[in-house]
């Protein structure tokens, strides 16, 4: 395929479909709301990334914006990096160029979580060298709502169960957005199609040892007895909603029983115990995992498990989440871990 031709495809592959269109002007104006113009595009090959490839090259013609296409290969399957030559080639037929970075770390347990770090950590590091302040992510609807699930079946809170923001930090100064969280899959599907004739499948999606896989499977039963994704998603939503005017709430609240000083954080002990249980959830949570630097957030079972630790036991000291925790008469404080110490 020429470039003049791969060109012609991706500047103008929107203009004459109705449904797609609207998707790439919904894309458009988040895309122009974050007065960006370098972006880091998350690519693996599957259907959503690869729409989300499109709609970016797209957005870039007309833009003048940089993009940088990188896929993380995790290292996982004896086939993975055959699978990313795969998708190298397929996006080089349309002038895209894919960078490819390999995992060299190995991934023994809690391999999707821990997959993520190791992803989200070699974009962060690529993101640093190369100056851009803004990853896209191809998430969409379907992932929120088994994201929903996910959260519901390990007990969490409002917090939680609100899912996925648009928008998150990665260590405060790099941008994670997620501007395709209101589409379907088959509305990417069809995209990808259309565009790139082809789309990826990773086998690992099939795997029934995966949470997420088991609740994606339950897509199909789900709805033919009559519990609608759609509808999950604007409970979602809903959840969201009432997420952010806890936030609003939360912020206050957090000034008032945190202090900062050098190497270590105070959590004043008495207003702590005043609060309720879900804003205590928020108060560790936010605290480990703002001193850690860490992309995710402690499980809610843990720093609930922690609370009641606090609770019943006077000058203690736990671990978790890669914080020393002190419990002492007037203040909770945290701590990096520089020892090998046993969470108690």
């Given at each position: ?30 895309l122009n709301s974050f007065k960006k113009k370098t972006f880091l595009i998350a690519v693996s090959g599957g259907p959503d990334s690869l729409a989300l490839t499109a709609l970016a090259k797209a957005y870039s013609y007309k833009n003048k914006c940089k993009n940088y296409y990188v896929l993380v290969d995790h290292n996982l399957r004896k086939k993975s990096s055959n699978e990313a030559k795969s998708v190298k080639k397929l ?254």
């Open positions: 395929m020429s470039k003049k031709n791969s060109n012609v495809i991706l500047k103008d592959c929107f203009k004459d479909n109705e449904e797609l269109s609207n998707i790439y002007s919904s894309f458009k104006k988040q996006l080089k037929k349309y002038h895209i160029p894919l960078h490819v970075l390999k995992n060299k770390k190995k991934i023994k347990n809690n391999i999707q979580s821990e997959a993520r770090i190791v992803r989200y950590n070699l974009l962060e590091n690529f993101c640093r060298k190369k100056k851009i302040k803004t990853i896209l992510t191809a998430h969409n609807l379907e992932d929120q709502v088994e994201t929903f699930f996910i959260r519901l079946s390990r007990g969490s809170g409002l917090k939680g169960l609100s899912s996925m923001k648009q928008i998150n930090k990665i260590n405060g100064n790099i941008s994670l957005i997620r501007p395709l969280l209101d589409y379907k899959k088959n509305q990417l599907i069809k995209i990808s199609k259309i565009i790139f004739g082809k789309y990826f499948k990773d086998p690992t999606n099939k795997n029934k040892k995966y949470l997420r896989t088991r609740i994606r499977n339950l897509k199909t039963p789900l709805e033919k007895s009559g519990i609608n994704y759609d509808k999950i998603f604007q409970s979602i939503k809903n959840l969201a909603s009432s997420r952010d005017t806890l936030d609003y709430y939360f912020k206050n609240i957090y000034k008032e029983i945190i202090v900062k000083k050098k190497n270590k954080i105070f959590i004043n002990l008495k207003r702590f115990n005043k609060i309720n249980q879900e804003m205590k959830i928020m108060v560790l949570m936010k605290t480990i995992k703002d001193f850690t630097n860490s992309y995710y957030s402690t499980r809610s079972k843990k720093i609930i498990n922690l609370i009641n630790q606090i609770k019943t036991k006077k000058n203690a000291k736990f671990t978790l989440g890669g914080c020393i925790i002190l419990r002492e008469k007037k203040h909770i404080i945290l701590e990096k871990e520089i020892k090998n110490y046993r969470f108690s």
